[in-house]
């Protein structure tokens, strides 16, 4: 292994240590793998449950599960563990267990987005995300200040709120961090900007659009500070070329209708010179000898081939690029009927995101559109990714489109199975996708000994529907219960914040 990749990799594996497990839990050290807890942590012991970890072949029924402060510390057959004199014993008979599930795309500090400043955000967003069982969030761009202060406060216990992945701005849209070089203009502008983010503590760099020469020296810099790039993939770019110089993740499907024509090259050109067009390209198109392409994602169908589908999957499995497909945010985009797009409910919309919604989504898309045929398309895609083993990472873009927090994720793993997907491969979308990608599967998406205390407990078995990881009955963050009855609380002051924005007052 080169010096520089293995650097990296060190470098990583101790930024995601000091972020999962704590300052104090780093200074434990092996003592936190094994999964031991402070002795005089509080005790809690859930029984007759069935055990459903996505990473397992099979749901384990009659188990016993025990927490201790924020770790588990033993799982597995009832028969087989003992409880701990004076534990809190919840008797979950009939109930199922999940791991915490992950929103891999979320703003949550940019809501002035939706009307409202960052603390009202963040009393909004947090405790919807927490009441859905949504204990982990990966924000793809937002004030990295106050993220690693909300980060900060819900570590050391004085804010709910799920564990955060951070960065700053989009590199491309903006100065990353304040004092960072914008416009990007060079390969220096790259290179401070990717150091910028890491002092200032970010834990990737969200690519959103630099001349494609600056790619390569963003990767370079990236590997060499052991963070990850995931972002947009513009028409700039090959994601066949971005896979293969390091891109951990692909938002939205971007590129992927495009890298599957038979025609690439030519329709990327195309693509490039309708959005940037010149004065003799529009020359061209008014006297009928160019065609304009007017809605980019329909023009890349007729030339979409399976076979080159097919090894583009192959492709992205072997280089590890990872995919968000935010379908929930594409289903609206493309008008879709589907009953996971539920009408969000006006008690839980901050007024701009309703008016946005309401303006979108009454506009007129007759079924002959050109963009009809897209989404089909799409959900294909997806559907081929999970077969040829691409990994797939469950996000919702919240809180665009009117996606309401936490809600959204549900709705995006309904539609996840609508295109295809079995209900355990889009549970692992939200866990052990996102643990995986994560480098911390021995803390994350999983329920056993040394897991980070992190679940769901549900009514009905998300294995037979989907539709049942709706139906929580309660949810462990860090250790920390929540009955039904603090989860309808902390919706209530949810909404009561959303009351106070719509009405206006402070």
């Known amino acids: 292994m080169k010096a520089a990749t293995l650097s990296a990799v060190v470098m990583r594996s101790l930024l995601l240590l000091s972020r999962f497990l704590g300052a104090a839990c780093a200074a434990a050290g092996a003592s936190v793998v094994r999964g031991q807890a402070?002795?005089?942590?509080?005790?809690?012991?859930?029984?007759?449950?069935?055990l459903v970890d996505p990473a397992l072949a099979a749901p384990q029924r009659d188990a016993t599960i025990v927490i201790q402060g924020q770790r588990i510390v033993a799982a597995g057959a009832r028969r087989a563990i003992t409880i701990p004199r004076g534990a809190r014993v919840i008797d979950a008979n009939g109930k199922y267990v999940l791991p915490g599930l992950w929103d891999m795309h979320t703003h949550v500090a940019q809501p002035v987005a939706a009307g409202v400043e960052l603390e009202t955000g963040a009393a909004y967003f947090f405790p919807l995300l927490i009441a859905h069982g949504v204990t982990g969030v990966r924000d793809m761009a937002g004030d990295l200040a106050t993220l690693r202060r909300w980060r900060g406060e819900i570590d050391q216990g004085k804010r709910i709120g799920p564990r955060l992945i951070v960065t700053g701005e989009k590199l491309g849209k903006g100065p990353v961090v304040p004092g960072a070089p914008f416009p990007i203009e060079r390969a220096s502008d790259v290179e401070r900007s990717v150091r910028a983010l890491k002092e200032a503590g970010a834990d990737f760099v969200k690519l959103d659009v630099i001349?494609?020469?600056?790619?390569?020296?963003?990767?370079?810099?990236?590997?060499?500070?052991?963070?990850?790039?995931?972002?947009?993939?513009?028409?700039?770019?090959?994601?066949?070329?971005?896979?293969?110089?390091?891109?951990?993740?692909?938002?939205?499907?971007?590129?992927?209708l495009l890298a599957a024509n038979r025609n690439e090259a030519s329709v990327r050109l195309a693509l490039q010179r309708n959005a940037q067009p010149t004065l003799w390209h529009r020359l061209l198109v008014k006297a009928g000898m160019r065609e304009a392409i007017a809605y980019p994602a329909a023009a890349q169908l007729a030339g979409y081939s399976s076979a080159r589908a097919d090894s583009l999957f192959d492709l992205l499995r072997q280089h590890g690029t990872w995919q968000c497909p935010t379908l929930r945010l594409l289903g609206v985009l493309y008008r879709q009927s589907d009953p996971n797009l539920r009408a969000p409910p006006d008690s839980l919309l901050l007024r701009a995101v309703r008016e946005a919604w309401n303006g979108y989504i009454n506009a007129p898309f007759p079924a002959e559109h050109p963009l009809s045929p897209v989404y089909p398309k799409l959900q294909e895609i997806v559907r081929g990714m999970s077969a040829r083993g691409v990994g797939l990472l469950a996000g919702t873009d919240t809180p665009g489109l009117a996606a309401v927090p936490g809600r959204a994720l549900h709705e995006e793993l309904g539609l996840l199975v609508a295109a295809g997907l079995t209900p355990r491969d889009a549970l692992r979308a939200a866990t052990t996708g996102p643990a995986a990608y994560l480098e911390a599967s021995d803390s994350l998406g999983t329920i056993r000994a040394g897991a980070v205390a992190d679940l769901l407990l549900l009514d009905g078995d998300p294995l037979a529907d989907i539709a049942n990881t709706q139906r929580i009955r309660a949810v462990f963050t860090r250790g920390r219960y929540f009955d039904r009855a603090a989860l309808d609380k902390l919706i209530g002051d949810a909404a009561a914040v959303a009351r106070r924005v719509r009405s206006g007052t402070p």
């Open 38 to 50: 402070p002795r005089d942590a509080p005790v809690i012991a859930l029984t007759r449950v069935t």
């Open 211 to 256: 001349r494609p020469e600056l790619v390569g020296p963003l990767m370079r810099t990236a590997s060499t500070l052991g963070m990850p790039v995931a972002g947009h993939v513009e028409n700039l770019y090959s994601v066949r070329d971005l896979a293969a110089q390091g891109l951990r993740s692909v938002e939205h499907l971007d590129g992927m």
